[in-house]
């Protein structure tokens, strides 16, 4: 399937940045191999060291772009100490890039609960056993404790644990870039204002 190319006017004209956000994704689930919902994401630790992860986009509303993790591991607890942190999707297919900057939140207890029960039986059972970014003795020890709770939960649908949930990022800032020839690519950056966003094209 051919891309679905938008041209420079096309993309540069809109005035709200999660429209056309919504609108680029549904172009990469369309032209994608796997994963358009795949992004980078950059968070830093206590010393200032920049880190950085691909995850999956698992919600977008008015409020921001959502994801899900253990938040003891590295990048849950660089997200809880920190607040802020940086999305990139990049869309080779399409030839195109979204970078994002906002802060960091919990989502609901309601709202991680619902996605939790709606994942596979087997991704809610790891949740449970995989001590995430800690050190692993051997691939035994983490079949051996899937095993363990899956004797635990049988019979029953297992609950979310305390320390798996979301983040919201909420953006500060949206930028597009799309590709032109001979390196003279497209960028249009939103930053917010208030209740609203200031529209800003940039030099490739």
Known sequence: MEPTELTAGDFTEHSDPFELFRLWLADAEKTEINDANAMSLATVDEFGMP?????????????????????????????????????????????????IRGTIA???????????????????????????????????????AVAAYERKFEGEEPSRPPHWSGFRLTPVQIEFWHDRPFRLHDRMRFDRESETWRKTRLYP
Request: proline letters at 5%.
């Open 51 to 99: 880190d950085v992860r691909v995850v999956l986009l698992k919600g977008l509303d008015e409020e921001g772009f959502v994801f899900y993790t253990n938040f003891e591991s590295q990048k849950g607890q660089q997200l809880l100490a920190q607040h802020r942190a940086a999305l990139c999707f990049h869309w080779k297919s399409l030839r195109r890039q979204v970078r």
């Open 106 to 144: 919990p989502v609901a207890e309601d709202e991680a609960d619902e996605y939790y029960a709606s994942r596979p039986r087997g991704s809610r059972i790891g949740a449970w056993a995989s001590q995430q970014s800690r050190p692993l003795p051997d691939r035994e020890t983490l079949e051996n």
